[in-house]
């Protein structure tokens, strides 16, 4: 096959996964138990939805091009929301609205590598920013962490080269749900000011940290601009993941390159998202603290059914956002074990040898849970089908 710039990746994860579903049926009683994707199923609020409606009836200007940047409106509203956030100062010029998050990671690589960069990811890493950076040609190192999977700053500083241009990370951590101290992703500021890099974190999950008050202080940093990319998404709190719309924040010259980037490939956000992302900042703040509140109670939940786990060899890695991360005790290889368990456990989860490179032993005795959608019962469910194996 000939070398293109999209044969240098994998396919799609996700995709991947649920082919494995084909030609596998599962009765009534025992359903599939869906672990394998970040998104919440269920639509918006109702009110949200008909304020959607609305706007899409009553406003020329939800069928029309905006700004490439995003609406000034949505940039407005969201600096002011980051700033009480992170009890920091952030202005409108500063933030610039994206077709979803994953396109902010895009635009952002795209505006601060050239081919054969560098970025320094740790592991296990979400799979998309691996994806796009090979797709951009742009080598992912992969900085390995350990059994509390957070990654290591004087480990990421032997890593640097000359050719490095930023560290990404994400927190609350997609796959492994650990969120990272304040003093964790300080150090990696530190590290980037240093080497004169960026330091990219995407906090899509923010709005599900179990801790109260700002999860780090980095926009409090003076001149945080000219090193922090902050990114963002509105697909999980408003449950708008089909709108795409997701946000950078970092400073207007980093901004000016980006803006390149997103007309070419997208003109402008899509007006409705805007419109749905602004009206669910300005409407919805009790209705995402009672969405935090459940999922953080779903949380707990594995953690009361975890000790059924570890009595048959399981380890709990990680927990948080919308994930927990473990370690199978089985003589067999995570991507085998996925596989297996469609048929044999009616359940649908990610082998953590998607989210590690192919050198990388780690990923074959680990797997990704996706809690989100699982209420208590679901939960008990799927533990009671996971103690049951033997293989
Ligand atoms: C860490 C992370 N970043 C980005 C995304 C994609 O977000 P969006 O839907 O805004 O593109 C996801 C979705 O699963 C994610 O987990």
């Given at each position: 096959m000939t070398q293109t710039r999209t044969s240098a990746t994998f396919p799609p994860p996700v995709m991947e996964a649920r082919r494995w579903l084909e030609g596998v049926t599962f009765s009534a009683d025992r359903p599939l138990i869906n672990v394998s994707q970040a998104a919440p199923v269920d639509p918006p609020p109702l009110a949200l939805r008909q304020a959607m409606a609305e706007f899409a009836v009553s406003e020329d200007s939800a069928h029309l091009y905006g700004p490439v940047l995003g609406n000034n409106t949505l940039r407005t509203e969201l600096a002011e929301q980051i700033g009480a956030h992170y009890a920091a100062q952030v202005s409108a010029d500063q933030v610039a609205i994206t077709s979803g998050c994953n396109q902010a990671f895009a635009a952002t690589i795209s505006a601060i590598t050239d081919q054969g960069d560098e970025i320094i990811l740790p592991t296990p890493w979400y799979f998309n920013h691996k994806m796009w950076l090979d797709v951009a040609g742009v080598k992912a190192v992969d900085l390995a962490t350990g059994d509390d999977l957070l990654p290591d700053p004087d480990a990421a500083r032997a890593l640097i080269t000359d050719k490095t241009r930023a560290i990404a990370l994400v927190t609350p951590n997609n796959p492994g749900g650990v969120e990272y101290p304040a003093n964790l992703v300080s150090?990696?500021?530190?590290?980037?000011?240093?080497?004169?890099?960026?330091?990219?974190?995407?906090?899509?999950?923010?709005?599900?940290?179990?801790?109260?008050?700002?999860?780090?202080?980095?926009?409090?940093?003076?001149?945080?601009?000219?090193?922090?990319?902050?990114?963002?998404?509105?697909?999980?709190?408003?449950?708008?993941?089909?709108?795409?719309?997701?946000?950078?924040?970092?400073?207007p010259d980093l901004l000016d390159e980006i803006e390149k980037f997103l007309d070419t490939v997208a003109i402008c956000p899509g007006q409705m998202g805007q419109f749905a992302a602004l009206w669910g900042m300005r409407n919805l703040s009790q209705w995402v603290a009672g969405e935090r509140d459940e999922i953080l109670d779903r949380r707990a939940a594995i953690l009361e059914h975890m000790p059924g786990l570890t009595s048959k060899g399981w380890r709990l890695l990680g927990l948080g956002a919308y994930f927990a991360y473990l370690e199978h005790p089985f003589d067999l290889s995570s991507n085998e074990l996925a596989r297996r368990l469609v048929s044999e456990a009616g359940i649908l989860l990610l082998p953590g040898t998607m989210f590690v490179p192919d050198h990388s032993p780690s990923g074959k005795r680990q797997v990704r849970v996706a809690f989100a959608n699982l209420d208590r019962d679901g939960i008990r469910q799927l533990f009671d089908r996971l103690q049951a194996l033997s293989f």
């Open positions: 150090a990696f500021y530190d590290l980037a000011v240093e080497h004169g890099i960026r330091l990219i974190v995407d906090e899509t999950y923010r709005d599900f940290d179990s801790r109260s008050g700002p999860p780090h202080d980095l926009f409090r940093k003076p001149d945080w601009q000219s090193t922090f990319v902050h990114l963002y998404s509105f697909s999980k709190a408003y449950r708008l993941t089909g709108h795409r719309v997701g946000a950078i924040a970092t400073g």
